[in-house]
Nanobody
């Protein structure tokens, strides 16, 4: 499965952005899908994940209530709606897929990765 993330950009505090992740070369319908982010000089961290089976999505505490992860299995896509953006949300955002569908927050348990899309939030 190849993943391609898009939708990043430069916005101001309080603005919204919607990230998309398009999958090709296979179906994501039975995979857990996740978003991670990595700020300069920092490690990659969990943002949100959504399982294939309709379980409630999980979110990092830092984005809960502001970000919404969703998936469209028919279109083979994953999205991340980001509202009320803050400067600390600035990072490269990556979409990822987990073949074992563990729904983990650990980035090393994900098998497929998109190339990342930059989100910059200015104050």
């Amino acid at each position: 499965v190849q993943l391609q993330a898009s939708g990043g950009g430069m916005v101001q505090t309080g603005d919204s952005l919607r990230l998309s992740c398009a999958a090709s070369g296979g179906t994501i319908s039975r995979l857990t899908m996740g978003w991670f982010r990595q700020a300069p000089g920092e490690e990659r961290v969990f943002v949100a994940a959504i399982k294939w089976n309709g379980s409630p999505p999980t979110y990092a505490d830092s984005v809960k209530g502001r970000f919404t992860i969703s998936r469209d299995n028919a279109k083979n896509t994953l999205s991340l709606q980001m509202n009320s953006l803050k400067p600390e949300d600035t990072a490269v955002y990556y979409c990822a897929a987990d073949r074992q569908s563990l729904g983990s927050r650990r980035w090393d348990l994900y098998d497929y990765w998109g190339q990342g899309t930059q989100v910059t939030v200015s104050s």
